[in-house]
């Protein structure tokens, strides 16, 4: 069976400063990971993903994450928020020798941003 | 681009209806998805489609049914809606393990 914690529901950031969002998963094999974020009454949009080639995986909009097996753990940062990347962020695990190769979430991390 | 359009954005239905949430995708994936949203459980998988009138229950199927009667189409059942079912319902598509895409989603109150 595979997992997703995110450690924090909520952060809360100033903008122009560093944004951490933690994850850690468990996962019977070799798993993909992807972090999702959805905007206000919008859909999910993947921010990045992982699928076994470098460790260190850039996404769009300056956010970058990084694979640590012996930590199970793929947290994403970016080096200095926005006002908009307020948004809600998802941590998703993939095991792809799993029926449906089906997707698991994390609970969510709400990101303020303030000014 | 690829597009995932739902049928509706806010839906107010009674206890006892039946319900259907209608997804379509313009990409041609064999592989749909129905989800529901709910405040710090993420996103849950309830059915998902691998192929035209096939389908697989995920993790909480109970109280909902699935049709795929064409490959770009995937409908969402209540059978009797009830108040536990008020949720946002986001549905997606994927070709074979790559990324998946999400629509809008559909907020569903179920008074």
């Known amino acids: 069976a595979q997992s997703v914690t995110q450690l924090d529901s909520h952060v809360s950031v100033s903008e122009g400063t560093p944004v951490l969002l933690r994850c850690n998963y468990s996962?019977?094999?070799?798993?993909?990971l992807f972090w999702y974020v959805q905007h206000p009454n919008k859909g999910l949009q993947l921010l990045l993903k992982?699928?076994?080639?470098?460790?260190l995986v850039k996404g769009i909009n300056g956010f970058e994450a990084e694979f640590k097996k012996s930590e199970t753990s793929f947290h994403l940062t970016k080096p200095s928020a926005h006002m908009s990347d307020a948004a809600e962020y998802f941590c998703v695990v993939s095991d792809r020798r799993a029926a449906g190769n089906k997707l698991t979430f994390g609970g969510g991390t709400r990101v303020l941003v303030k000014p | 681009d690829v597009k995932v359009t739902q049928s509706s954005r806010y839906l107010v239905k009674r206890t006892g209806e039946k319900v259907f949430l209608e997804c379509v995708q313009d990409?041609?994936?064999?592989?749909m998805f129905w989800y529901r949203q709910d405040p710090g459980l993420g996103l849950r998988l309830i059915y998902f489609s691998y192929d035209v009138k096939m389908k697989e229950k995920g993790d909480i199927p109970e109280g909902y049914s699935v049709s795929r009667e064409k490959k770009e189409r995937f409908s969402l059942i209540l059978e009797s809606a009830s108040t536990n079912q008020t949720s946002m319902y986001l549905c997606?598509?994927?070709?074979?393990?790559?990324?998946?895409?999400f629509g809008p989603g559909t907020r569903l109150l179920v008074l």
């Open positions: 996962s019977s094999y070799s798993p993909s």
């Open positions: 990409m041609d994936h064999e592989n």
């Open positions: 992982y699928t076994s080639a470098a460790t």
């Open positions: 997606a598509s994927r070709l074979g393990v790559e990324t998946q895409y």
